[in-house]
């Protein structure tokens, strides 16, 4: 049976740090990523990454602020969150899917975490 279990979500102050953690079982796959969804709105793409880690993606708005890294032997994947801003509150969710190429779109996962809440206060 296939299962991601993410970790590490929390509530930080604006500017601090934040590592998630996500564990997949069940299977291998080629490419993992965290999405996010704020309350009221649409799921957003966040980052991905290969599962050799050497290739990522990352939307705009988390660039230069987040790290998305993989650990393939133990079919993990985290995110380093960074100078963290209010509007980074949501829960955040892994994803995986078992082509190679990192992809934004929220359709093209084959499975999915129950997600970790995040709260970045101001």
């Known amino acids: 049976q296939v299962q991601l279990v993410e970790s590490g979500g929390g509530l930080v102050q604006a500017g601090g740090s934040l590592n998630l953690s996500c564990t997949a079982t069940?299977?291998?796959?080629?490419?993992m990523a965290w999405f996010r969804q704020a309350p009221g709105k649409e799921p957003e793409f966040v980052g991905a990454?290969?599962?050799?880690?050497?290739?990522?993606l990352y939307a705009n708005a988390v660039k230069g602020r987040f790290i998305i890294s993989r650990d393939k032997d133990k079919n993990m994947v985290f995110l380093q969150m960074n100078s963290l801003k209010p509007e980074d509150t949501a829960t955040y969710h892994c994803?995986?899917?078992?082509?190679?190429?990192?992809?934004?779109?929220?359709?093209?996962?084959?499975?999915w975490g129950p997600g970790t809440q995040v709260t970045v206060s101001s």
């Open positions: 994803a995986a899917r078992d082509s190679w190429v990192a992809s934004p779109r929220q359709d093209e996962y084959d499975a």
């Open positions: 069940g299977r291998y796959f080629s490419t």
């Open positions: 990454v290969s599962r050799s880690g050497g290739a990522t």
